[in-house]
Every structure is written in structure tokens, then in C-alpha cells.
């Protein structure tokens, strides 16, 4: 029983230390993980962690402070002991056998068709090793000196090509690892370590690097958590303004809404009030005519009786009557009638859409103002670069005496012509050459330069002869010169003199959201030249232009 239990731990490969790949030596357990290391491996392991005072364990990276007692494992002891003393001589025959599978590292010692799993890999013989082929390793002086590790089916992998012998050695100067013998040839005279050594101090750099990669994770959390909450108060504050806005447009319709049954209201009842005047009038008029109607009959009839003294005497009466019936003239109005409630009517439409289109560009800037992204602008060139982006000259836009290479991302002023064929984007004025993206969002790009030469950044639409195609010279394009040492920024024809370190590498960040254009002179350090703050209306796209014979620029490959 206690043979298959040790046989059953010396399977799962938990015999060795993870320090020193080797069989455990006076194994300990620490009191909190439970990671089990040789003695001497452990506590130099963190002699060298005593400087921080924080220790921890090498395989789960759990941090403790105070330094941890080490407590022996004496279970794990004695069964280190009893290999190394038997060297698994008690295996009887008909004991299990463990062959090798199809992903297992086979034995080789073991013949025949079926060679068992390897347990363990000599570094010094080069060999996979069963546990029945393994106890000569555990009683032989000579084989008791090798360096046994876990079987490895990559061992092929740690041999040097040249030698075929075993790498254990680190070349700095040309960060490979060698074997022995490459210390005395090809890699005579570098600076070499043992790579044990140099895992030592890659450990350190990777220890660092994970620290920082939790750091950045801790701050990527928080990041993320307030960008959810961002989202969120985005998503409640557009649910809000639209509420508000539905609302407001409601409160407006209905406004406009009771106006219109105000006006419906007074245009009938002033239109029932003037028929009723205009009717009560026809009425009184119509009367009138027959009362005239009656007295004329009347007058006929008198103009024709015989009787003369009847006549005189009903001729007064009459006469009388007559002038009664006399009445003033109606004036009748010309036929505009509602026609000036319709022109005021539509003069409030015509002052509501005037006050639409001067409030509509506000409300649709304001609205597109929101954001939840709001990242900080870029600080160093390290922070430029997480913007890099890919541009390459327009062959097409070239003016005749350029000359492209490097794919593209060179050009250079040559003297003679070369005969590029017509085409609308090619400037014919000066040299001037345009990229073939156009950008927007963040960007970043370098220039390196040679003589006078101006970096810019132009819409697509600017002229391409003439003097209004040169870049700065135009509201379409912004220049920075680079000439003798100096800088100058130009736009729309105003040029400022910009003051800075002259370097022949310039960097230029884009943030064609914010409006922003910044170019910085890149040497030991990042110094920013020159920051314009505008509205772009378009894509803008990077531009050259070389001002004499010989000149070379060059768009750096940073991706």
C-alpha cells in the first residue's frame, strides 16, 4: 500500500521542488499557501525579498508579511528519504505497469513496443526515464550527481543545434540561450550567464511586470466601473432630455394648438357678427324699397286723377312721405375681407421657422457635445503612439518632381520630371504630395525631414494649382514649416513663428472630434511645439510639401 501511494505521488510529479526542479531536500510547508520547497530553496529565495519585507510564494505569488516560519513536512520527507534510499526496489513484477500514452513522455530505456511512462528527464544523460529504469539514478555515485527534472517531451528543444549538448547557458548580447561550448566559439567574449541566473532576474522582471499588469487591471476595473456608471447616467439623462424635450414640443403644439382655436373662434364670431350687421341692414333696405314701391304707386296714381282739388290736397301728404324715405348711401368695403388675418397668420409662421433655424444648430450642437468618452489628452509620445496610425503618400496627388519610395511613405524632390500621368488630385503648383487617408477620431503620425519642409494637414477639396493650393495659404489645410533650425504655423495665410528644440523628427497628434492639431519635436525627449485649437468640418488628411531641390521627408512606420 504505501509502495502505490508513493508510486501514485511520483506520478503526478510532486517529489520536486519547483525552485530548483530537483528532488525535494529537507522539504518544508509554509503555514498559510501550503506550497511545499526545499529548505535551503525557499529561504534564498526570500533573503532576497527582505528588502521590501513582503515574501511570497514562488508558485501562487500569495504575498505574507511577517516573514513566514518554515515548518518541516515530515510526511513529505520520508517519502523523499524511502525513493532515494530504495529507489522503488520493493516494485514487484507483477506490480501495474504504467505505459505510455499517446500524450505521455515514453521512456527511453524501456524496449519493445510498449515503453512505460517516463517519471523523470536527466539533464545530463538527456534522457526520459521510467521509475524501473529510474533507481540507478538513486544508487549509482556516479548517476546520483546528474540533474533530475519532470519529464519533458520538449527536451529536443533545450538542445543546442550546433553542439547538441544541453543549453544551460544565457548569451545577454544576443539574448539566445547556448550550451557550454558556444561560450568557447561563436559566442566568445559576450556577456553570458548560467540560465538559471538569468531566470532569476527575468523572474524579477516578470514579477514587476505582473504587479503592473494587476495595477493596470485594478485601474481597468475602476475604469470600468465608472464607465458603466457613465453609460448608465448617459442612458437615464438621454431618457430625461427626451422626456423634457417631448414635453416641451407637447406644451408648444398645444400652444400653438389653442391659438389656432382662438383664431378659428374670433374669425367666426367677428364673421357672424358682420353677416348679422350686413343682414340686419338688408333687411332695414329692403324695406325701404317697398315702402318706396308702395308711395310710387301712390304717386302714379295721383299723377293720373282728374279731381284737382284732390290732388292738391293728397299731393302734400305724399310729398311728405317721400322725403321721409330718403336714407343715407351704403359703402361697401373691398373684397379683402380675412385676408390680412391670413397674412398675420402667416407672418408668425414665417417668425416661428425663422426662430427653428436660428435654435435648431444649438440644440443639434449641444446634443452631439454628449459624450461619455472623455479621454485626457495625450501627456508623452508614449501616449501618442496608443494612436499611431498607418499613412501612406497618394501617388496620385503627387506633384511631378516627387518622388515616392519606402511603400509609399517616402518622398523625395528630384530633379527632373517624372511623367506622372493627368489626374485631378495631382497638385501642379508646388511640390506639394497628400496622403491617401483621410482621418478622423485621434490620430498620430511622425515626419522625419531633411531641409525645409512643411507638415500639414488639408481637407480633400483644396484647390491643386494656383496660390491658393499651398498648404497654410488656405482656410482647408494647417502648415507647420521646418526650416534653418526654426518653426513657423500657418492658416488661411496668417503665419506665426513658433518657438521650440529643432529636431529633424516631428510628431503631430490629430483629435478630430476636440478640434485639436498638435506637433512635437521628438529627440530625447517630447517637447509639444505648437497646439491649434479649431472646428474640422471634414476628414482632414496629412500632407508635405518640399520647398527645394534635394529635400527628403519621410512618414516613420511606428505600427
Not at 456608471?229 to 431618457?239: G, M, P, R, T, W
Not at 496608443?386 to 528630384?414: F, G, H, M
Request: aromatic content about 8%.
Amino acid at each position: 500500500m504505501a509502495e502505490q501511494q508513493e508510486q501514485g505521488l511520483l506520478d503526478r510529479d510532486q517529489l520536486c521542488c519547483s525552485i530548483c526542479l530537483d528532488l525535494l531536500n529537507q522539504p518544508v510547508v509554509t503555514l498559510y499557501c501550503g506550497h511545499s520547497y526545499c529548505r535551503d530553496c525557499i529561504e534564498s529565495c526570500w533573503d532576497k525579498d527582505e528588502e521590501r519585507g513582503v515574501y511570497s510564494c514562488p508558485q501562487c505569488r500569495q504575498n505574507f508579511s511577517p516573514r513566514p516560519a518554515l515548518v518541516r513536512n515530515n510526511m513529505l520527507a520520508q517519502i523523499v528519504e524511502n525513493l532515494k534510499t530504495t529507489g522503488n526496489q520493493q516494485a514487484s513484477p507483477s506490480a501495474d505497469v504504467s505505459y505510455a500514452g499517446p500524450t505521455d513522455v515514453a521512456c527511453d530505456f524501456c524496449t519493445g513496443t510498449r515503453p512505460q511512462k517516463a517519471l523523470m528527464t536527466c539533464s545530463t544523460c538527456l534522457a526520459s526515464i521510467c521509475s524501473t529504469h529510474l533507481q540507478p539514478h538513486y544508487t549509482v555515485p556516479v548517476l546520483k550527481k546528474h540533474k533530475l527534472v519532470s519529464a519533458t517531451a520538449r527536451l529536443q528543444e533545450k538542445m543546442c543545434s550546433s553542439h547538441d549538448k544541453l543549453m544551460e547557458v544565457y548569451c545577454r548580447t544576443d539574448q539566445q540561450c547556448i550550451c557550454y561550448l558556444c561560450t568557447m566559439d561563436e559566442h566568445k567574449g559576450h556577456d553570458t550567464v548560467l540560465a538559471a541566473a538569468e531566470r532569476v532576474e527575468k523572474q524579477k522582471q516578470l514579477d514587476i511586470s505582473c504587479q503592473k499588469a494587476q495595477q493596470r487591471i485594478q485601474e481597468r476595473e475602476k475604469e470600468i466601473k465608472k464607465l458603466r456608471q457613465a453609460v448608465e447616467d448617459l442612458k437615464s439623462s438621454a431618457q430625461t432630455a427626451l422626456e423634457d424635450s417631448e414635453r416641451i414640443f407637447t406644451e408648444l403644439m398645444a400652444s400653438i394648438e389653442r391659438r389656432r382655436s382662438e383664431a378659428k373662434e374670433l374669425i367666426r364670431a367677428q364673421e357672424k357678427t358682420a353677416v348679422s350687421h350686413a343682414e340686419e341692414l338688408l333687411l332695414q333696405l329692403e324695406e325701404e324699397i317697398e315702402e318706396w314701391r308702395r308711395s310710387s304707386t301712390e304717386l302714379e296714381q295721383l299723377s293720373h286723377t282728374e279731381d284737382q282739388i284732390h290732388f292738391i290736397q293728397k299731393f302734400k301728404s305724399l310729398s311728405v312721405l317721400a322725403g321721409s324715405l330718403e336714407s343715407q348711401s351704403i359703402v361697401v368695403r373691398p373684397l379683402r375681407y380675412f385676408r390680412d388675418v391670413t397674412d398675420a397668420v402667416s407672418d408668425l409662421r414665417d417668425k416661428l421657422d425663422d426662430i427653428m433655424k436660428d435654435t435648431w444648430p444649438r440644440i443639434s450642437s449641444t446634443v452631439s457635445a454628449v459624450d461619455v468618452l472623455l479621454p485626457p489628452e495625450p501627456k508623452t509620445r508614449e501616449d501618442c503612439l496608443l494612436y499611431c496610425r498607418p499613412v501612406t503618400l497618394d501617388v496620385n496627388s503627387a506633384y511631378q518632381y516627387l518622388s515616392l519610395s519606402e511603400e509609399n511613405r517616402k518622398v523625395t524632390w528630384t530633379s527632373g520630371g517624372l511623367n506622372y500621368p493627368p489626374h485631378t488630385d495631382r497638385f501642379t503648383s508646388y511640390c506639394q504630395v497628400l496622403c491617401k487617408e483621410g482621418l478622423s477620431g485621434r490620430c498620430y503620425w511622425e515626419v522625419t525631414l531633411s531641409g525645409c519642409v512643411h507638415i500639414a494637414v488639408s481637407y480633400k477639396d483644396i484647390k491643386r494649382a494656383s496660390c491658393d493650393s499651398r498648404f497654410g495659404f488656405n482656410g482647408k489645410s494647417w502648415s507647420l514649416r521646418c526650416s534653418e533650425g526654426c518653426y513657423w504655423f500657418r492658416h488661411n495665410g496668417v503665419e506665426t513663428e513658433v518657438p521650440g528644440p529643432f529636431s529633424s523628427r516631428v510628431g503631430v497628434f490629430l483629435d478630430h472630434k476636440a478640434g485639436v492639431l498638435s506637433f512635437y519635436s521628438i529627440s530625447d525627449t517630447t517637447t509639444l511645439l505648437h497646439k491649434v485649437n479649431t472646428s474640422f468640418t471634414q476628414p482632414v488628411y496629412p500632407g508635405l510639401w518640399l520647398r527645394n531641390n534635394g529635400m527628403v521627408a519621410e512618414l516613420m512606420k511606428l505600427w
